[in-house]
């Protein structure tokens, strides 16, 4: 007997990784029903992972720029309390897509930030925080729950420098997700889905 109809509704399952610049993340996924749609399932997928990437660098390339400008604000080491919060507040409604923006001191807790409530919260764990410590000019955390926000976001963070070159500070940017992981602009195949997930297989996003 022969096997049209398994071969009919055979499905054909494609699954292409890409490693993008920011996460490492993993586009999975597509279900086919022909051998031609393979190839172009390919290629829609290196498209679609490239747009990602795009998106995703753009905004980290974005995030590195205020970031610096804000670490070399005159006399922001000096800032504290009411006036330090007013300005974060200020940037951030400035700046889209940011959940928050802030400093954060040596000891690893929130001098202040654009939410105005979050001092002495500490962030001396983070991931992020100690690569900055440790020398690193940009850093970013991978996805987490905010303890200022209390949001799915991304933080990026880099140093702010005293007079001596020493690390005073660490300024910090929060992205929420919906602003960082962009998926409508990537093409994929009839009945195709779009899965992103972060290097710890954490899904961020599914289109």
Partial sequence: MKRESTLRTRLIIVVLTAIVPLFGLSLVGLVLNTDEAVSQARTDLVLSASRVAANQ?????????????????????????????????T????????????????????????????ALVSVADRQYFLDVMAGSAFANSGYLVGRASGKPTVV????????????????????SLPALVVTSDAPLPRGGRLLIADRFGVVLAVS
């Fill in 156 to 175: 990026f963070a880099s140093p702010v420098m005293d007079s001596t070159g020493k690390t005073g500070a660490v300024v910090f940017a929060s992205m």
């Fill in 57 to 89: 660098q753009k905004s980290a390339d974005a995030t590195r720029q205020t970031l610096t400008a804000i670490a070399n604000t005159p006399g922001l080491l000096d800032t504290e309390g009411p006036i330090c919060e007013r300005y974060f507040n």
């Fill in 91 to 118: 940037l951030r409604s400035q700046v889209e897509g940011y959940a928050n923006l802030g400093m954060i001191g040596v000891d690893g807790k929130i001098r202040c930030d654009s939410l105005s409530n979050n």
